[in-house]
């Protein structure tokens, strides 16, 4: 089945800490986001990228970082510059400016 | 810059009742508008897509329609079920500064109740 896979499901971090959040697509899209998601907000844009080997800062790019050297994945590490990481992340995907936006099921990170 | 609303935050309804979820958008040069469910603990999933050249779009017992002019989105939903609870949301998809943007509402909590 086609789809965008996150992993892992769940993350606990200790403060000073890098994590890496995984992001697989199988449905040969382009263009992969990445989005911070907190109780009570809506979605916030943290990087975005619209082809292999490139990338753009989104609205909270501010202590994450990613890359993007293959076309079916795009990884997210949280860095310890990150004030409040805890938080639930999610990755999704579409062809073009276009077409339909899909998700994966979400990681969601707490910092102990 | 491009602001979605989403009105009311939260709705409960019995079951069985036809609903309206409704989305304003400011900036009407948009490519497409988009309607996600969200379940609790979940990712979001895709329940319509609508061009800038649609009118409408419908997948079972949902129907959503867009009017770009008057900056409107509506999600109805027909005959409601208990399974329909989650907290719905719309997102336009358009330019900002050269730059594709993609703008979500917080959404709507739908409940129904048995």
Known sequence: DGGITQSPKYLFRKEGQNVTLSCEQNLNHDAMYWYRQDPGQGLRLIYYSQIVNDFQKGDIAEGYSVSREKKESFPLTVTSAQKNPTAFYLCASRQGYTGELFFGEGSRLTVL | ?114
Do not use: M
């Not at chain 2, 009017?67 to 336009?92: E, M, N």
């Open chain 2, 1 to 114: 810059k491009q602001e979605v609303t989403q009105i009311p935050a939260a709705l409960s309804v019995p079951e069985g009742e036809n609903l309206v979820l409704n989305c304003s958008f400011t900036d009407s040069a948009i490519y497409n508008l988009q309607w996600f469910r969200q379940d609790p603990g979940k990712g979001l999933t895709s329940l319509l897509l609508i061009q800038s050249s649609q009118r409408e779009q419908t997948s079972g017992r949902l129907n959503a329609s867009l009017d770009k002019s008057s900056g409107r989105s509506t999600l109805y939903i027909a005959a409601s079920q208990p399974g329909d609870s989650a907290t719905y949301l719309c997102a336009v998809s358009g330019r900002n500064f050269g730059n594709e943007k993609l703008t979500f509402g917080t959404g709507t909590r739908l409940t129904i109740i048995p």
